[in-house]
């Protein structure tokens, strides 16, 4: 550390450090491991505890890593340090249908071995990835992590102080707001935001089946919006395992969410399928009400927003948490360059990096979303058809697997 300064009058500080990450998710963690294996010197706060984050017990929940951002996720030391296996998305399956019915005669496929490359992405427990980010956040030379705390920042030109209560003093250069969807720091620099409300709400399960998935996931098109089947590494109690996804309106939801274990495992299977087998319950159940945001920019005076406090999209692409890594793997880039981290014309970068290809994502994840959660018949043949075209048309094919992998 350097020798205390002072960058607001009357404030000692006691450190110096080069960015002040607040937010330890996956986004803000991943991004402050990588800058502190790159040499920077970096604090992250959080409010919350972290060891509680881990969930020792299987919950159900998991995210699909896109291979550019595992890549990354390997780059700031997490990716080895995962307990449990991730699983490869080798093939992705894209079909219509109603719940109780087979789906569509017509489908498309993606198979990795038309990109000839390694898989589209991963499966990653959400309990496995936090982990490794809190071995890393522990064990990352040049990096300090102050988890509970409450933080107190000032931003102007020269740099930022940032008050930790109970804890030091430090002026950074870069503050960085990755503190999810309600980000105070995005408030209090009076960012503006654009919202989309879904009325709709997200389920959230795993289940045990008959069948091996082959590595298979599944986006399967209902009225009541789309549902994945997300295959996972088998545990000893479920060698055969998948995450699942699902859509709904949320009154329809919030009923299903409340259901008996048996009776709720006969909904997932009437949008299932049987081409797994038979299937039962795993972990927990969650439900999420579903909504799109996304901020008018992602830059003020030395901070920087990233993940869900710049933008927030649908589901039904799966990209939410990609996106985010997205960012921090742009921003990381452009800190590590060198010259100074949190200058308007870093920021500036960073933020015409990013905003176009997130504001798209938004743009297609709503689009898909008005177009498949419908049941007009007429709508229903012509996505149908769409379906089918691309299926047959390589060169369509191999644009969509290069967006799916990142």
Known sequence: MHEPRRTIPGQTIDSEIDVAVVGAGPVGGALACHLARGGRRVVVIDRAALPPMEHPDFDGRAYAIAAGNQRFLAEAGLWD????????????????????????????????????????????????????????????????????????????????????????????????????RASPLREAAGIPVTRIPYRQSGLVAAIAHERDHRNVALEHFLPGGPFAQLPMSGTEDAPHLSGIVFTERTATAERLHRLPDAAFTAEVAR?????????????????????????????????????????????????????????????????LAGGDPGSEGLLRAYQAARRGPNLLMLAATDALDRLFSNDNPAIRLARDLGIAAVHRAPPLKRFFIRRAMG
Not at 82 to 103: A, K, N
Not at 324 to 330: N, S, T, W
């Open 81 to 180: 340090g995962l307990p449990f296996t991730p699983c490869p998305i080798e093939q992705i399956r894209v079909s219509d249908g109603r719940p109780g019915r087979p789906p569509s005669p017509l489908f498309l496929h993606f198979d990795h071995a038309e990109a000839n490359t390694g898989p589209f992405g991963w499966i990653v427990e959400a309990r496995s990835l936090r982990i490794a980010l809190n071995a890393a956040l522990a064990a990352t030379p040049g990096l300090t992590v102050f988890a509970p705390a409450a933080v107190q920042v000032q931003r102007q030109a020269e740099g930022a102080n940032i008050e930790i209560a109970g804890g030091p003093r430090l002026a950074a250069r870069l503050v960085v707001a990755a503190e999810g």
């Open 271 to 335: 949008r299932l399928g049987h081409h797994l087998g038979a299937i039962r319950l795993v972990g927990k159940r969650w439900c999420y009400p579903l909504s799109a945001m996304h901020a008018a920019r992602y830059f003020d005076t030395r901070l920087a927003l990233v993940g869900d406090s710049a933008h927030g999209v649908h589901p039904i692409a799966g990209q939410g948490l990609n996106l985010g890594l997205r960012d921090a793997a742009v921003l990381a880039e452009l800190i």
